[in-house]
């Protein structure tokens, strides 16, 4: 079992950055795959980046390619999404997921929900304009 916890949420001007963590305790953390996950009201859950903490590939959405980055750093399990050049549009609760690795798989998988089985409590990000 994984247990995760989201922080580095709160109220930016568009144009600017926060960066978000997502810690992680409980099973192995290389054995995974982080994603981060975004909901605004009224709209579905979606994949916004996810890394592989075994190989370290990563996917992005098209909507925050070259402005977002995830990272992991696995000595202290923790995954870290930069986030630059914040948009109104960015405004949503980011969640942290976990899920088992399935080498059967690439990256692509891991951007819809299905694959994850441990989800954080969420975080908020608002981007004023």
């Known amino acids: 079992e994984v247990q995760l916890v989201e922080s580095g949420g709160g109220l930016v001007q568009a144009g600017g950055s926060l960066r978000l963590s997502c810690a992680a305790s409980?099973?192995?953390?290389?054995?995974?795959?982080i994603g981060w996950f975004r909901q605004a009201p009224g709209k579905e859950r979606e994949g916004v980046s996810c890394i592989n903490n075994d190989d370290g590939r990563t996917y992005y959405a098209d909507s925050v390619k070259g402005r977002f980055t995830i990272s992991s750093d696995n000595a202290k399990n923790t995954v870290i999404l930069q986030m630059n050049s914040l948009k109104p549009e960015d405004t949503a609760v980011y969640y942290c997921a976990a899920g088992e690795e399935d080498l059967r798989y690439d990256m692509t998988w891991y951007s819809h929900t299905g694959p994850y089985r441990y989800w954080g409590q969420g975080t908020q990000v608002t981007v004023s304009s």
């Open positions: 409980g099973d192995t953390f290389n054995d995974y795959v």
